[in-house]
């Protein structure tokens, strides 16, 4: 099983603030969605919080410390690897990583693809996405879209 992460970042490797996204971009929502669609995605309990609801057309796994936490039309984990584990019994092939930060934290070390949506703007953000080590990655899209508010790029990076 491939593990992927989709993420958009801003500048200084900004993820989220408060809880919650802090840009809006039709397009990198669908991008999300048409990625995703069919997939096993795995989020912290924040980022599902955000969300509010299990994604249709997606098994959403949902990581928490907490072990009373319920998460309707998810399954919930209090380890990474028993949520990885799972995906790898229900046959995904690719395990999409969500969010938020300390779940990308977990998976960048093992990810084999990192699907990226890099916005060209300053957020005062409290999330923040690691340092991509680039001489571990290869490029192999690159869809700029400069035009939009914010400007912005698709990216898509394997690892070497």
């Known amino acids: 099983m491939k593990i992927s992460i989709i993420v958009a970042v801003a500048e200084k490797n900004v993820i989220g603030g408060k809880g919650k996204l802090l840009w809006h971009l039709t397009d990198d929502l669908k991008r999300f969605k048409s990625i995703t669609m069919g997939h096993h995605i795995l989020m912290g309990k924040t980022t599902y919080e955000s969300i509010g609801r299990a994604l249709p057309g997606r098994t959403s796994l949902v990581l928490s410390n907490d072990k009373n936490f319920k998460a309707e039309g998810c399954f919930t984990f209090q380890s990474f690897e028993e949520a ?5 019994r229900r046959k995904e092939e ?3 990583i969500v969010g938020g930060g300390q779940i990308y ?3 960048l070390p093992i990810a084999a693809r990192i699907y990226l949506t890099k916005v060209f703007r300053k957020y005062a953000g409290d999330v923040t996405f690691p340092e991509i080590n680039e001489s ?3 490029e ?3 869809e700029p879209h400069l035009k939009s508010d914010p400007p912005f790029e698709f990216r898509i990076l394997e690892r070497k």
């Open 84 to 88: 990885v584990e799972f995906a790898k």
């Open 94 to 96: 690719e395990l999409m």
């Open 105 to 107: 934290r977990l998976a």
């Open 136 to 138: 571990e990655w290869k």
């Open 140 to 142: 192999i899209l690159k």
